[in-house]
């Protein structure tokens, strides 16, 4: 049985890489040693703050995703996701756009996209948010499925 590698006090290495997609495709999904210490960035200043904040356990629905999964998938070859500096997730029960909103005022973060959200409707789509450990800047967006526009009260 493999070791499970915590990456924070409430995430663990095998919750940011679990891919169904690779598990169907036999696509070896494990992360360099660089982009596991991304991962741990990522889980210790944006996801543990989000739990701790919102007092709620939760999932994340994507992590790391290597080049080849990010590729079947039809995800930009740019996502930050293939460096471990990209999660998507939402918590059950909070609506996304008060996660997004949150996080928006009190995270440092790369960027920050409410992703396949209807305006009227605070629980669509879910929250994508990047972290990198020396630049960070602030973009936080909403994007509806056709264009993106900034992530605003209202």
Not at 77 to 88: F, I, P, Y
């Amino acid at each position: 049985m493999a070791k499970m590698i915590r990456l924070s006090k409430y995430f663990t290495l095998d919750e940011l890489t679990k891919s169904q997609t690779a598990l169907r495709l036999n696509i070896d999904n494990r992360p360099p040693d660089h982009v596991v210490a991304n991962l741990g960035a990522l889980s210790n200043h944006i996801l543990e703050p989000v739990r701790h904040h919102f007092n709620r356990a939760f999932s994340p629905s994507s992590g790391y995703r290597c080049a080849a999964l990010n590729k079947i998938i039809g995800a930009k070859a740019t996502s930050r996701h293939v460096l471990g500096q990209a999660v998507d997730f939402e918590i059950p029960s909070v609506a996304n756009y008060e996660v997004a909103l949150w996080i928006r005022d009190n995270l440092t973060f790369d960027q920050l996209i409410l992703e396949y959200h209807a305006r009227g409707a605070p629980y669509s789509g879910w929250i994508h948010c990047s972290y990198h450990k020396n630049i960070n800047r602030q973009q936080a967006l909403i994007f509806d499925g056709n264009s993106y526009h900034n992530l605003q009260e209202g």
